[in-house]
């Protein structure tokens, strides 16, 4: 059975620069947030959250616009492993909107944060036990460093919110994903603004919200949910 890469040195990954190197650092920095989260309340859970939530939606969308389609090219049963790493980003953009739908006081978040952190924890297992050594035995170094540029190239500019009506496939995702990622960024760029500046809050809070609602309608029309198949389309 293929060795997880969790297990593996960085040369046995490809070298710097390869996809799978990329994947796991992001992964140990999630990690790291996951603990940092553990026992948080109030405004310290949110900045906490605000974190994890940047990381790990660029970093989503970029594998299912850019990895999962390899995935799927390279591997037999490529479309079932790939769906069911799609069924737990979906669910992490759905608990993530309801968490921020519900506020800090709904009587569902510790449940909807709980699950949250689970799903994010078995989805890191599956990519790095199951899907990246199988997708490690299928490229050489190579192909693995030029697949790492191209993943990161479109983490830089993928979207860092929930978005649970996009398309988790093309041609969707990638219709999506740079209007998308202009609202988000213009969103957590007033966000970070009101936070360190009070004085502009009230003006700062509605400009954010008419970013998200904006955002709302861009994922909401049909070209951002071509390419999406059951279970995860909504």
Do not use: Y
């Amino acid at each position: 059975m293929p060795r997880s890469i969790a297990d593996q040195t960085e040369a046995e990954l490809g070298g710097p620069g390869s996809v799978l190197v990329r994947q796991r650092a992001d992964h140990v920095e999630l990690d790291r947030l996951l603990h940092e989260l553990d026992g948080t309340t109030g405004r310290q859970q949110e900045e906490v959250l605000t974190r994890i939530d940047r990381l790990v939606f660029s970093h989503a969308f970029a594998e299912e616009t850019v990895l999962w389609p390899v995935v799927r090219r390279v591997l037999p049963d490529g479309d079932e492993i790939t769906r069911r790493v799609e069924i737990e980003h979906q669910e992490v953009n759905e608990l993530v909107a309801a968490l921020e739908e519900g506020g800090p006081d709904s009587p569902e978040r510790p449940a909807r944060l709980a699950r949250l952190v689970q799903v994010l924890r078995e989805d890191v297992r599956d990519e790095e036990d199951v899907m990246f050594p199988r997708l490690q035995e299928r490229l050489d170094d190579a192909e693995l460093r030029r697949l790492g540029r191209r993943w990161e190239a479109v983490r830089r500019v993928s979207p860092t919110r929930a978005h649970p009506t996009v398309s988790r496939r093309p041609p969707g995702n990638a219709l999506s994903g740079l209007p998308l990622s202009l609202l988000d960024r213009s969103r957590d760029a007033v966000d970070a603004v009101v936070r360190r500046v009070p004085a502009v809050a009230p003006a700062g809070r509605v400009v954010s919200r008419g970013l998200a609602a904006v955002a709302g309608v861009v994922e909401r029309t049909p070209p951002a949910r071509r390419g999406d198949g059951p279970p995860t389309a909504r």
